[in-house]
């Protein structure tokens, strides 16, 4: 069966640092490009990084670029995600979750536009 488990999540001051990662199984990992994306309740999704399947392209929105790097270690089938001066506004559910071709993660506004995704972690970024 397909599973994505998020971990590494947390409570964190004002710029610190956390890495999040997503141990995948039950599918070709390496085929698929992998997201990190994250909500918070009463708001809509916001894709927050893109990777494709070998690890050579990535993908940042203006809101976390320059803070948060995105990596894989497909013979691990793992996902990263890390995070960097982190701010109050960083406070979210995060999800790793592989994309669907023709849906661009980007504009992805449930978890339901991808193919896989996985529970969450919960980053909570507070003094």
């Known amino acids: 069966e397909v599973q994505l488990v998020e971990s590494g999540g947390g409570l964190v001051q004002p710029g610190g640092s956390l890495r999040l990662s997503c141990a995948a199984s039950?599918?070709?990992?390496?085929?698929?490009?992998m997201n990190w994306v994250r909500q918070v309740p009463g708001k809509g999704l916001e894709c927050v990084s893109i990777?494709?399947?070998?690890?050579?392209?990535?993908y940042y929105p203006d809101s976390v670029k320059g803070r948060f790097t995105i990596s894989r270690d497909n013979a691990k089938s793992t996902l990263y995600l890390q995070m960097n001066s982190l701010a109050s506004e960083d406070t979210a559910m995060y999800y790793c979750?592989?994309?669907?071709?023709?849906?661009?993660?980007?504009?992805?506004?449930?978890?339901?536009?991808?193919?896989?995704w996985g529970q969450g972690t919960q980053v909570t970024v507070s003094s």
């Open positions: 039950g599918f070709t990992f390496s085929k698929n490009d």
């Open positions: 990777i494709n399947g070998i690890g050579t392209s990535t």
């Open positions: 979750a592989a994309s669907i071709y023709y849906v661009p993660a980007k504009v992805a506004t449930s978890l339901n536009d991808f193919k896989y």
